[in-house]
């Protein structure tokens, strides 16, 4: 039994996202957790010895920003070689959670909590390569997908 | 990003309250107050600071700003960004209002006009009990177990 511990990138974009990303920080005890987002500030929100990679911002409407974040997201995750990554969306775990996949990795994306009516854009288009792929909210559960376990709040 | 509509209404309301303190995140360019202290972007350490301060936040349906507010045990009253008003891309923050409508210290407004009304009813001051600082059991149980699967 392979008892190392798993290491775990949790990535997501800015505001709400991260706000629920760290709500999961219980779930990554036990492993080797590196944190990135798109804000330099949100180190504070971390603990002094927790891990923190700064990634540009993008979103799916910005193609410059959008080639120059997934370059970053590449070198991190050919650098880093998690097991796992999980995100809370948006552009940068949907990239993440794709090249994740190629390399092997885990993958979970946790839908917004602020999608209360649909899933998000990149939380349809995730669900063919995420391995774990839910949504916070019961009604937009599906039976072979998204599923529903629970919620940030 | 700016949210003119809602900063603009709740320094006219705040006009009205003497005795009230206001501090307000405006976004980039974003309105600039007459009757509250402002700045266009807080660092995460000083919303910190001034969330524990205050007794209300009021605030858009944005999700950081509810948990923040809820993570701390302050009532927060929330106008959603429109689509139809270019505030935001599409109207999630309005389904977001009604969904979190029943929830203990969230307040919706719809129509800024509606403000000074809700901000009467709030019970401002009045000690709330902060959720807790992390997801639901099962949800972590579930994560946590696939992680280490």
């Known amino acids: 039994m392979n008892s190392k511990k798993p290491c775990i990138l949790a990535i997501s974009s800015g505001g709400g996202h991260w706000v629920q990303l760290l709500r999961l920080r219980p779930a990554f005890e036990d492993g080797n957790i590196v944190y990135s987002s798109v804000k330099p500030e949100y180190q504070s929100d971390l603990a002094e010895s927790d891990k923190f990679i700064l990634i540009s911002d993008a979103t799916r409407w910005d193609r410059i920003r959008l080639i120059w974040m997934v370059m970053q997201i590449i070198y991190l995750l050919l650098k880093l070689r998690p097991d796992v990554v999980i995100s809370t969306g948006a552009a940068p775990g949907y990239v993440a959670i794709r090249i994740g996949k190629l390399l092997g990795a885990k993958t979970v994306w946790l839908d917004s909590i602020a999608n209360s009516e649909e899933l998000s854009l990149s939380g349809q288009k995730i669900g063919r390569h995420a391995d774990m792929w839910l949504t916070q909210w019961e009604h937009l559960s599906r039976s072979d997908g998204p599923f529903y376990f629970g919620s940030v709040i | ?149």
Not at chain 2, 17 to 42: D, H, K, L, R, T
Not at chain 2, 70 to 87: F, H, T
Not at chain 2, 89 to 117: C, W
Request: proline content about 7%.
């Open chain 2, 1 to 149: 990003m700016a949210f003119d509509r809602l900063v603009q209404s709740v320094d006219c309301w705040i006009k009205t309250q003497p005795s009230a303190y206001g501090f307000a995140q405006v976004g980039p360019g974003g309105y600039q107050p007459a009757n509250m202290e402002w700045i266009e972007f807080a660092s995460p350490d000083l919303f910190r600071k001034k969330l524990i301060q205050a007794d209300l936040v009021i605030a858009h349906a944005g999700m950081g700003s509810i948990i923040s507010a809820q993570q701390y045990g302050k009532p927060i009253v929330i106008l959603p960004r429109r689509a139809n008003l270019r505030e935001t891309r599409n109207d999630h923050q309005v389904a977001t209002a009604k969904h979190f409508s029943d929830r203990m210290g969230i307040f919706p407004v719809y129509d800024e006009k509606d403000l000074p009304e809700v901000l009467a009813s709030v019970p401002i001051g009045r000690a709330m009990e902060p959720i807790s600082s992390y997801a639901s059991e099962e949800l972590l149980t579930r994560i946590k177990g696939f992680i280490h699967s």
